[in-house]
């Protein structure tokens, strides 16, 4: 779901409403079930541990933004989120050219936008 939304808020030629909204509301309402199991009491995903499927949906949920989805009315999957990015190896991970280069847009709104809107034109011309 989150490609899809990813895809149709940053990717697609042209701006359809239907699927940005159709695939931002259901990413947004499954972090939502995520939400919902995390203020249950439960610190991980599966278990009683961290497993991999925190590993896997911490990879999609970190990029929220991305896909246009925000997740600040959701403090317990923000609290989990955060556990996650405390770990060395998650650290030792996301210290890398590639994640170094796409950090730097986290918290400038407008470079984030001439940055998408560059690539959008770079896979325009490449058409």
């Keep these: 779901m989150q490609g899809q939304a990813t895809h149709f808020v940053r990717s697609a030629p042209e701006k359809i409403e239907y699927g940005m909204k159709r695939y931002t509301d259901e990413t947004k309402r499954l972090y939502g079930v995520i ?3 995390l203020a249950s009491g439960k610190e991980w995903l599966a278990a009683e541990q961290y497993t991999i ?9 970190a990029w929220h933004d991305w896909a246009g989805v925000q997740i600040d009315d959701m ?3 923000q609290k989990w989120m955060k556990r996650i990015e405390e770990r060395a190896a998650i650290q030792k ?5 590639a994640a170094s280069f796409l950090r730097q847009y ?5 470079k984030k936008q001439e940055m998408i809107d560059g690539a959008k034109m770079s896979i325009s011309s490449q058409k």
């Excluded at 499927?53 to 949920?61: G, L, Y």
């Excluded at 991970?93 to 050219?97: F, L, Q």
């Excluded at 986290?106 to 407008?110: A, L």
Aim: charged fraction near 25%; aromatic fraction near 8%; avoid cysteine.
């Design 93 to 97: 991970a996301m210290d890398n050219p």
């Design 106 to 110: 986290e918290n400038d709104p407008q």
């Design 75 to 77: 403090p317990h999957l």
């Design 53 to 61: 499927a925190d590993m896997a949906n911490f990879a999609w949920i």
């Design 35 to 37: 939400e919902k199991h």
